[in-house]
């Protein structure tokens, strides 16, 4: 197997505080210098730099979520495997968090299928190592460097069953489409009897109220296929692009 390359942070110190939580909380020092703010952006500057740095090269992706806390012999694990290796026999890389439960299912699909499998860990008060199925991994501080990183370097999202941070990537990426940010950019709920309640309910109650455009469902596919999942996912975009990369047909040695 290729040697990994990972670029950003790399350790962090034991029982010092995330970087998010530092900016967003000033303590009485930074209140009384008022210096604090401005020297910390030059750290977020750098960490644009190095995700970009780290992603560039990456080719056609597709970035995709679910819950850490998914465990290998759930029927959701299999399927994100199956997804992992679907995108990777189309030529495409993944990204994910790359951390335990659904983005280890991914990254794992993806990596024995022969595919690139990417990581995008970030700084956690329980540090969360990356899963040992990513080829390439960064490690990211703040939570805004990191999003920007699975947009950029996507072509499309699939979202698999998960909690609040899973949710918080799903609605960024429809307020992204919604606005037209993002433009011709699949976004893929696996899973329909997860979000069928979630569903009913902003077409009930959000849709109801007027506060959202029955066009906007239009933003999302739903299906328990990971097969459709990943062809949605992957569908040509209008204008040309860099070709996928060509499928080897041979699996990667199993990851250390």
Not at 191 to 218: N, T
Request: glycine fraction near 10%; aromatic fraction near 8%.
């Amino acid at each position: 197997m290729a040697e990994r390359r990972r670029a950003g942070r790399l350790v962090v110190p034991p029982r010092q505080d995330p970087a998010d939580k530092a900016l967003l909380e000033r303590s009485a020092i930074e209140e009384l210098s008022h210096h604090a703010d401005p020297w910390r952006v030059l750290r977020i500057l750098s960490e644009f730099v190095e995700g970009f740095d780290a992603l560039n090269d990456v080719g056609p992706a597709v970035t995709v979520f679910g819950s850490a806390r998914t465990k290998p012999d759930e029927p959701i694990y299999q399927a994100g495997r199956d997804l992992g290796a679907a995108l990777a026999r189309r030529g495409f890389a993944v990204i994910t968090g790359g951390g335990p439960g659904m983005m280890e299912a991914v990254n794992r699909g993806c990596h024995e299928a022969g595919g690139l499998s990417v990581g995008c860990n970030i700084e956690l008060p329980s540090e969360q190592e990356l899963n040992k199925y990513v080829d390439l991994g960064v490690e990211f501080r703040y939570f805004f460097v990191r999003k920007n990183m699975f947009v950029k370097y996507a072509r499309g999202f699939v979202i698999f069953p998960g909690g609040l941070g899973t949710l918080d990537e799903l609605f960024e990426s429809l307020t992204l489409a919604q606005t037209g940010k993002i433009e011709h950019f699949p976004i893929v709920l696996f899973g329909s009897a997860y979000w069928k309640g979630l569903l009913d309910w902003m077409r009930a109650v959000v849709l109801g109220h007027g506060a959202m455009s029955p066009d906007d469902f239009e933003l999302v596919k739903v299906t328990d296929d990971p097969e459709e999942a990943a062809e949605l996912a992957t569908r040509p975009l209008p204008v040309e692009v860099d070709e996928p990369r060509e499928e080897t047909g041979e699996p990667k040695a199993e990851a250390r």
